[in-house]
């Protein structure tokens, strides 16, 4: 298992391909970091599918108003056209790679529009850099990210079946 040095700035996601463990950036991007685990403390990725993942690209998810499978305003046809009743997110556009398993901030065409949407780098997309907003990095489980039913929208998705911080996960 990876070594988890900061467990209140660690996500522990179950999802239906197993376990990933992603290292949070609060010092690159303090408010994206804050509201992933506010969101994560609220159980609200819990059911979330993974709704567009594109081979050698990325794998997209984090609409908790209509990707969440466990709710009655799941709606697949929609998935990835919400997000949460929070506001938007200014942009935190930092330095760092839109590496393999980087870990960065979904948006429309407006840069200060991220909300709750999330997406998992497979390969480098270094096109993306300083145009989103990299929160985190997966340091355990990249083989079960690269496991995630394809597709633009995904038939039958996968989902993150819970998301945690990992300093609230009994030892």
């Not at 290292?23 to 990725?45: C, M, N, Q, S």
């Not at 499978?69 to 998935?79: E, K």
Request: with cysteine; net charge negative; aromatic share 8%.
């Amino acid at each position: 298992m990876a070594e988890i040095k900061d467990p209140e700035n660690t996500l522990v996601m179950e999802t239906t391909k197993g376990k990933v463990v992603i290292e949070l950036f609060p010092d690159l991007a303090p408010g994206h970091v804050g509201r992933i685990k506010e969101l994560a403390r609220e159980g609200a990725y819990d059911g979330v599918v993974f709704h567009r993942v594109i081979d050698g690209f990325m794998a997209q998810t984090g609409d908790v108003k209509f990707g969440n499978s466990t709710t009655s305003g799941f709606n697949p046809s929609r998935a990835g056209m919400g997000g949460s009743e929070k506001p938007d997110l200014k942009a935190e556009f930092n330095n760092m790679n839109h590496g393999r398993g980087t870990c960065s901030m979904a948006r429309s065409q407006s840069p200060n529009s991220a909300n709750s949407q999330f997406f998992i780098c497979f390969e480098n997309a270094a096109f993306l850099n300083r145009q989103y907003t990299v929160w985190g990095q997966v340091i355990e489980g990249m083989e079960n990210v690269d496991q995630i039913k394809r597709g633009e929208p995904v038939q039958d998705p996968d989902k993150i079946t819970s998301l945690k911080v990992a300093a609230d996960v009994a030892a």
